[in-house]
Every structure is written in structure tokens, then in C-alpha cells.
């Protein structure tokens, strides 16, 4: 069997092929800018899915807080283990950033049950309580996505920006649209669609764009 | 802010919102059998991609195969530390059976630079100098699934089934048309599309039956 096993000419070809099917599909569509590009890019490579064109939505000033907070050695937290693993951890370290997901531990498992509320957001709370800067990455849970702004509404906490990506059937649209209206500096995919995947795929474009 | 904080009402909920949406965009759907709906319900909780209802393929004894394999303490091989974060290890740990990911191995990325071939492809000739009942799962490298085809082919291994799922532009369709006219027990999805997120979800599908 004859395929390519080069990985980095695997990524060049996969991106001139994206490029080659939005000039099929979308004739004259037109990114916003170059890091745009490149994130929506980064989106479709991990999931295949041309909808991110019209679906992913980044505030004006998301990513040089992002970028901002990242030079500045900024936490990264996540819902889930797989956004965690997925997120390219060398260039982090060089940068100086840590990246943590508490959703397993067991602190937090203790505090979800005594408060009821999901270990996504009892995780929320344990990060809120740590100092320093930080960048909220979401692909999974909406309750934690909403835990994040109620926080920053209460002023308990001041995430520099959000990456909103939860995924499914309930909660995960409305949780995107409440922080699309909110404050804060996010990327988002509107509706339903997202993940963990799409979450890590966001945080490496701009990691890669430094 | 109002909305769903119990984990296991958000899951039934999603799978009754799902039920409906198929109903309304696919009327008089209907699933093979019980286990097959439970995997596709599974991958479209995962994706909120309904395209899973026609993309996905399952060999006939592979969920057989898959069940027998699980219960008799196989080991479950992936591409991509993001699959195995996904998938349910409580449940494997239940069964007895190990999970593994030698992508970022060291004695793997020596042994790819040598030979000339993805640390992917390398983790495969790894795993397969392993003993025991193998079950390999990739959501990520077209290369990875071609080697381990190539090497059930030389007659170097004998995996129980494989869950095919590589996302991508250059060989991830490809080398999931191999797969489909191998003699492999397979779970795939045709196309571009798939991933760690799907090869998860599929696996705790399965993992869930049991």
C-alpha cells in the first residue's frame, strides 16, 4: 500500500486541500484576517467539517488576549482530559504557561457532590481560587462554560479569554449564545457542534501563530 | 442563570433530543440492531454531526468480536494520548483489560526516525511485539491504520478489531476503503470524517453494551 508518511508534508497538502475545497464550496469567501484564517483552518483539519466557516465566531479582541496571556505565562484550564491532551504542551512550557484540568480530581469530585453541581464546575470554583492569569478552554461541558461567566459576573474571577466550544444536545447552544452576549473575549462555534478535539485545535492555531 | 446541572439527566435528555431529531430529518430511520443505534447514538452525542447515520460502518462480527475481546482482557491500542483519554477506563479497569498509547514513547520516536516512518506507525510495530489479545482504536493517523493492515497482511498481527476512524485530507478516507475490503472486524466511518473524540465515543459505546 502506497500513502505519504511524511507527517509535516501530511499537514502542508491537508491545508492546500482545504484551501481548494472553500474555493469549490464557498467561491469569493473571505477570512477576516490571518489568524482567523488559521484558527477556522486548524478547526476543519481536526474535524473535516466545513461548517466552521459560518459556525466559529471570535470576538474582537479574543486573540491578543489570548496571545497576551499566553507571552505572560497565563494557566490553561480545561473541561476534560482529551482538550488537555490534545493541546500542544511543548510550545506551552516554552512559553511558560501550565495547562490543568481538574475535572478528576479528587478534591473537586467532593465539592460537586456536597454543593451538587457538576465536577465541571466544582473544577470552575478550584481554578477560580488559584492566582495568576487565565485562559478557560470549554469543549465539553456547558455547566462549566456557565459557571465561568456567573463567576465573572460576581466577580470572582477574571478570565483573560474563553475558548466556549461544548458540544451537544442540551445546554451546549444556549451556553454558547449566553457568552457570545456576555463580556468576555471568546472563540465559540455557534449551535450545537464542537468538543474537546476542536477545543485543543483552537488553543494549538494560536500557539503555532506566536 | 438557569440550566441542567445533574450529569446523568443531561445524558438521557441528549439521547431523547437525538431520537427526535432523526425522527424529524431521517422519518422512519432504522438502526440494524439495538448495539449498532447505541454506537451511532453515541458518535452523533459526541459530534452533533448526524452524518454518523450514514457514514458509519460496522463489520458484521465486529461487535462480537469487540465484546468477546473486552471480556477476556485484551489490550486496547491507540493513536493518540486524546483517544485514551476519552475512553472509559473505570469500565476497562472493570474488565481487566490495559490500555496503551506508544505515540509519544521514546524508544518509538527513535525507532521512527531510524526507519523512516511515522512515530504512528512505529506505535504499531510496538504494540505488536506485545503478547495478548489486541484491539487497536485510531481516530488520528491514516499511516498508523495502513501499518497495522499491512501487518495483519505479513502475518505479524492479529488484531480481534479495529476501530477506524482517522480524520483528515490526505490518505484518512483512503485508508478507510482499505479497511472496509479487508478481512479485519472493523468500526469506520467513511470519508473524511472521524477522530479521537469519535474513536472514544465508540469504544465507551461498546464499552457500555458490556
Known amino acids: 500500500m502506497k500513502y505519504i508518511k511524511n507527517p509535516s508534508e501530511i499537514e502542508v497538502k491537508s491545508f492546500e486541500i482545504i484551501q481548494g475545497i472553500i474555493d469549490e464550496i464557498r467561491p469569493g469567501y473571505e477570512f477576516k ?3 482567523e484564517e488559521k484558527i477556522i483552518k486548524r478547526c476543519i483539519h481536526t474535524t473535516a467539517d466545513f461548517e466552521y466557516l459560518d459556525i466559529l465566531k471570535i470576538s474582537d479582541r479574543a486573540v491578543d488576549k489570548l496571545v497576551d496571556a499566553l507571552k505572560s505565562g497565563a494557566t490553561v484550564y480545561t473541561d476534560t482530559n482529551m482538550a488537555l491532551s490534545g493541546i500542544n504542551k511543548r510550545k506551552l512550557k516554552a512559553l511558560g504557561c501550565e495547562i490543568k484540568c481538574f475535572v478528576a480530581d479528587e478534591e473537586v469530585a467532593k465539592i460537586a457532590k456536597e454543593k451538587k453541581m457538576t465536577r465541571s464546575m466544582a473544577a470552575v470554583e478550584k481554578a477560580a481560587s488559584e492566582e495568576g492569569r487565565k ?3 470549554m469543549g465539553n461541558a456547558p455547566t462549566a462554560l456557565y459557571k465561568v461567566m456567573e ?3 460576581e466577580g470572582k474571577l ?3 479569554a474563553i475558548i466556549g ?3 451537544g444536545f442540551v445546554g451546549a447552544a444556549e451556553s454558547k449564545d449566553e457568552l457570545e452576549k456576555s463580556d468576555n473575549e471568546y472563540i465559540l462555534a455557534k449551535g450545537r457542534k464542537g468538543g474537546s478535539n476542536l477545543a485543543a485545535a483552537i488553543v494549538n492555531a494560536v500557539l503555532y501563530s506566536i
Do not use: G, H, R, Y
Open 33 to 35: 484576517n490571518e489568524i
Open 135 to 137: 485562559i478557560f478552554v
Open 151 to 153: 463567576m465573572k459576573k
Open 158 to 160: 477574571n478570565p483573560d
Open 165 to 167: 466550544v461544548p458540544v
